[in-house]
């Protein structure tokens, strides 16, 4: 069987040849025999790694040959016992974990494929893999079998001779992943990136793309918390446990302190200092064994350390907890909030949440079908997570600094969270470090704000009061632009909303003309060197064209007080007027048209949630409106929490009921330079 090779395939085999594997063949391998993914492409990486068919095929029956005869079936233990009993040793492929068996004073050996709880192993042995004390790992076992020891009483004829842990050792994996990444566009490697844990990125949306990327972050960063909830079948533990023996995944129920940190009797360490990443699988049923578990595990996900007695210990293992979402995001959002899945403990705790660096929306992955699964070249599971281990020793921090200014909405832990997964992403980017530029530094820190922003509006929805500025901003470079990150599942479609919009952009309401309706619309003005006022839309509505000849002349009239020094006659406005329900004319807008006109040249933002209403004439006088409560019940049925209205509308309000009155604030203003001023975001 053969696979047609694109671009990324033929560039991978130039510049990795030697660590690709195809992705195909190993699912072929990973059905039929009882270990996980990376244990096959370990064998694979070593006998077919390449191109060539024949050697291909000839490399799969050694493949095929040595899982065959080496990896247990149920119902075969007997069959394995026995051959070792025959030959004196065979060899095996197996989980092998070890304990410390204090009656005899030696250590022995688990291997769970032949049921075997007492194979004897050398403390030299035991103590070169430490690892074996607290979750094990896959090995290349060589078991030997000693029939003299078998007829003692108590004997334990079974012996660990040998064995090669499954993973790869050698040192300079990075430089050659940092190499390879050069031949790549940014575009191509991303794809890469995902094949490599065996994806296929053409079948995939940006924003799907870019939640598979987030789900690696913890591979790469030290002491990371991410969570993930979401819908089920998304492969949510596939990449924590099939892809790197970095990894280890705790399946639902008991967690002990003694296995997650450090047991106090015999003070052996814990799974966050064994591994890089611990995920928690199925988290609501996850509880301690202790009452103060979690509050271990909070003190683990703030600091990286723990204390047993009196020492303190540290180590850098991520957390991440994924779970399953059963109800509609939009829908848990209006009952409740998304961290519902949670274990009681957890989910209505801010202190708990605050630690969370990133939740990753679950709903935006897609669901694992055949479609999605790649079958081109990806790098070997074992190349590529010793790289991503090596990575997490390098910091990114340095070429955040000075390039990035975070918006006054984030606390010192929203900003140390969102650098760590910006940080992250540019590893898992760029291994190599180096250049990174704006586009791709602007990608990452649009991903970290919104996975962070996330677990913020969780907090502000349990009622916290000092959560309670979610609007997250950020500033590339020294003279960039404000730009706001929300959270896409908070925007109501059509609705206002409270999120600051871009600079230029004005929400208003038409108060209609000729037979049309009142409606909501919003104006988008964008600047660029030139001169004049061009209208986008086709055709141009001919009131909307009016209200912005009136805001044109008047921009010119009075461009001192409303932008300064700037000289608006040297720069070309192109806007647009787009409509949110049936009115389409836009008509009487002029105020709104000259707070985006100024606000685009400017490059400031309006406050979030605010709809301005009003018209001017040529001569700068506010049209009188009529039916200003009408307006203000629109703009509370569409999302405003602010409504900036003309001085003159003040009577009319009097006739607003008290429940309209309480839900939104109302302010007026006199004329453009003090509509304007109102309406720019502190």
């Given at each position: 069987?053969?696979v047609?090779?694109?671009?990324?395939?033929?560039?991978?085999?130039?510049?990795l040849?030697g660590?690709?594997v195809?992705?195909d063949?190993?699912?072929?391998f990973?059905?039929?025999?009882?270990?996980?993914?990376?244990?096959?492409?370990?064998l694979?990486?070593?006998?077919c790694a390449?191109?060539?068919p024949?050697e291909?095929?000839e490399?799969?029956?050694?493949v095929?040959?040595?899982l065959?005869?080496?990896?247990?079936?149920?119902?075969?233990?007997?069959?394995?016992?026995?051959r070792?009993?025959?030959q004196g040793?065979?060899?095996?492929?197996?989980m092998?974990?070890a304990?410390?068996?204090?009656?005899?004073?030696?250590?022995?050996a688990?291997?769970?494929?032949?049921?075997?709880?007492?194979?004897?192993?050398?403390a030299?042995?035991?103590?070169?893999?430490e690892?074996m004390?607290?979750?094990g790992f896959y090995?290349?076992?060589?078991?030997?079998?000693?029939?003299?020891?078998?007829?003692?009483?108590?004997g334990r004829?079974?012996?660990?001779?040998n064995?090669?842990?499954?993973?790869l050792s050698?040192?300079?994996?990075?430089?050659q992943?940092?190499?390879?990444?050069n031949?790549?566009?940014?575009?191509q490697?991303?794809?890469?990136l995902?094949?490599?844990?065996?994806i296929?990125?053409g079948?995939?949306s940006?924003?799907?793309?870019?939640?598979?990327?987030?789900r690696?972050?913890?591979?790469v960063?030290?002491?990371?918390?991410?969570?993930e909830?979401?819908?089920?079948g998304t492969?949510?533990?596939?990449?924590?446990?099939?892809v790197?023996?970095?990894a280890?995944?705790?399946?639902?129920?008991?967690a002990?302190?003694?296995?997650?940190?450090v047991n106090n009797?015999?003070?052996?360490?814990?799974?966050?200092?064994?591994?890089d990443?611990?995920?928690?699988?199925?988290?609501?049923?996850?509880?301690?064994?202790?009452?103060?578990?979690?509050?271990?595990?909070?003190g683990y996900?703030?600091?990286?350390?723990?204390s047993?007695?009196k020492?303190?210990?540290?180590?850098d293992?991520s957390?991440v907890?994924?779970?399953?979402?059963e109800?509609?995001?939009?829908?848990?959002?209006?009952?409740?909030?998304?961290?519902?899945?949670?274990?009681?403990?957890?989910?209505?705790?801010?202190a708990?949440?605050?630690?969370?660096?990133a939740f990753l929306?679950g709903?935006?992955?897609?669901?694992?079908?055949?479609?999605?699964l790649?079958?081109?070249?990806?790098?070997?599971?074992?190349?590529?997570?010793?790289?991503?281990?090596?990575?997490?020793?390098q910091?990114?921090l340095?070429?955040?600094?000075?390039r990035v200014?975070y918006g006054?909405?984030?606390?010192?832990?929203?900003?140390?969270?969102?650098?760590k997964?910006?940080?992250g992403?540019?590893?898992?980017?760029?291994?190599?470090?180096?250049?990174?530029?704006?586009?791709?530094?602007?990608?990452?820190?649009?991903?970290?704000?919104?996975?962070?922003?996330?677990?913020k509006?969780?907090q502000?929805?349990?009622?916290?009061a000092e959560?309670?500025?979610?609007?997250f901003?950020?500033?590339l470079?020294?003279?960039?632009?404000e730009k706001?990150?929300?959270?896409p599942?908070?925007?109501?479609?059509g609705?206002i909303?409270?999120d600051?919009?871009?600079?230029?952009q004005?929400?208003?309401?038409?108060?209609?003309?000729?037979?049309?309706?009142?409606?909501?619309?919003?104006?988008?003005?964008?600047e660029?060197?030139?001169?004049g006022?061009?209208?986008?839309?086709?055709p141009?509505?001919?009131?909307f064209k009016?209200s912005?000849g009136?805001a044109?002349?008047?921009l010119?009239?009075?461009?001192?007080?409303?932008?300064g020094?700037?000289?608006?006659?040297?720069?070309e406005?192109t806007?647009?007027?787009r409509?949110?329900?049936?009115?389409k004319?836009?008509?009487?807008?002029?105020v709104a048209?000259?707070i985006?006109?100024?606000?685009?040249?400017?490059?400031r933002?309006?406050?979030?949630?605010?709809?301005?209403?009003g018209?001017?004439n040529?001569?700068?006088?506010?049209?009188?409106?009529?039916?200003?409560?009408?307006?203000?019940?629109?703009?509370?049925?569409?999302?405003?929490?602010v409504?900036?209205?003309?001085?003159?509308?003040?009577?009319?309000?009097?006739d607003?009921?008290?429940?309209?009155?309480?839900?939104?604030?109302?302010q007026?203003?006199?004329?453009a330079?003090?509509a304007l001023?109102k309406?720019?975001?502190?």
């Amino acid at each position: 069987m053969s696979v047609e090779l694109d671009a990324i395939d033929n560039l991978a085999v130039g510049a990795l040849d030697g660590y690709l594997v195809r992705k195909d063949l190993v699912r072929t391998f990973s059905r039929q025999f009882p270990v996980p993914t990376y244990v096959v492409e370990f064998l694979l990486g070593r006998y077919c790694a390449s191109v060539d068919p024949d050697e291909i095929n000839e490399g799969l029956e050694i493949v095929q040959r040595q899982l065959q005869s080496r990896t247990v079936r149920a119902g075969e233990e007997e069959l394995f016992k026995s051959r070792a009993r025959e030959q004196g040793e065979i060899k095996l492929i197996d989980m092998i974990t070890a304990r410390l068996d204090t009656k005899t004073d030696t250590y022995i050996a688990t291997l769970p494929s032949l049921r075997i709880k007492d194979a004897r192993i050398s403390a030299e042995l035991a103590n070169a893999h430490e690892r074996m004390f607290t979750g094990g790992f896959y090995a290349e076992i060589t078991l030997a079998y000693d029939a003299a020891i078998a007829v003692e009483q108590n004997g334990r004829p079974f012996a660990v001779v040998n064995l090669r842990e499954i993973q790869l050792s050698s040192r300079d994996v990075l430089e050659q992943l940092g190499e390879a990444r050069n031949q790549f566009s940014t575009a191509q490697w991303k794809d890469f990136l995902l094949r490599s844990t065996g994806i296929e990125p053409g079948a995939l949306s940006e924003r799907e793309k870019d939640a598979l990327t987030l789900r690696m972050v913890p591979f790469v960063e030290r002491n990371y918390n991410l969570v993930e909830l979401g819908p089920r079948g998304t492969g949510k533990s596939h990449l924590f446990q099939q892809v790197s023996p970095y990894a280890h995944l705790i399946s639902g129920g008991k967690a002990t302190v003694a296995k997650m940190f450090v047991n106090n009797a015999n003070g052996q360490r814990g799974l966050v200092c064994q591994y890089d990443v611990v995920c928690f699988d199925e988290v609501s049923g996850i509880s301690f064994d202790q009452k103060d578990g979690v509050n271990i595990m909070k003190g683990y996900m703030e600091s990286g350390e723990f204390s047993r007695g009196k020492e303190s210990i540290r180590a850098d293992g991520s957390i991440v907890l994924v779970g399953n979402f059963e109800v509609d995001v939009e829908h848990q959002q209006r009952i409740g909030h998304l961290f519902g899945p949670m274990p009681p403990e957890m989910k209505d705790d801010t202190a708990f949440m605050d630690r969370i660096h990133a939740f990753l929306p679950g709903w935006d992955v897609p669901k694992v079908r055949s479609e999605i699964l790649t079958d081109h070249f990806g790098l070997v599971s074992d190349f590529l997570s010793e790289c991503w281990s090596q990575l997490r020793a390098q910091s990114r921090l340095a070429t955040i600094q000075d390039r990035v200014h975070y918006g006054g909405a984030l606390s010192g832990r929203d900003t140390n969270a969102v650098n760590k997964t910006v940080g992250g992403l540019l590893k898992l980017l760029y291994p190599a470090g180096g250049e990174i530029p704006d586009e791709d530094l602007e990608w990452a820190v649009r991903i970290a704000l919104e996975a962070r922003r996330r677990v913020k509006e969780q907090q502000k929805r349990i009622g916290a009061a000092e959560f309670r500025n979610t609007h997250f901003s950020y500033t590339l470079g020294e003279d960039g632009v404000e730009k706001f990150v929300s959270t896409p599942e908070l925007q109501s479609t059509g609705g206002i909303g409270d999120d600051p919009l871009e600079p230029g952009q004005v929400w208003t309401i038409s108060p209609g003309a000729e037979g049309e309706h009142p409606g909501l619309f919003r104006i988008e003005v964008n600047e660029g060197p030139g001169s004049g006022v061009k209208i986008l839309n086709k055709p141009v509505p001919p009131s909307f064209k009016e209200s912005m000849g009136f805001a044109e002349q008047n921009l010119y009239a009075r461009s001192q007080q409303l932008v300064g020094d700037k000289d608006p006659r040297q720069h070309e406005f192109t806007a647009q007027i787009r409509g949110f329900d049936a009115a389409k004319a836009g008509a009487k807008v002029g105020v709104a048209s000259v707070i985006a006109l100024s606000t685009a040249l400017l490059k400031r933002s309006v406050k979030g949630g605010l709809v301005v209403v009003g018209e001017l004439n040529l001569g700068g006088s506010i049209e009188p409106i009529h039916d200003a409560v009408n307006l203000v019940e629109i703009a509370v049925e569409k999302g405003a929490s602010v409504v900036l209205m003309p001085v003159t509308c003040r009577k009319q309000l009097l006739d607003l009921s008290d429940d309209m009155a309480t839900k939104v604030d109302i302010q007026f203003f006199s004329d453009a330079r003090d509509a304007l001023l109102k309406a720019v975001a502190d």
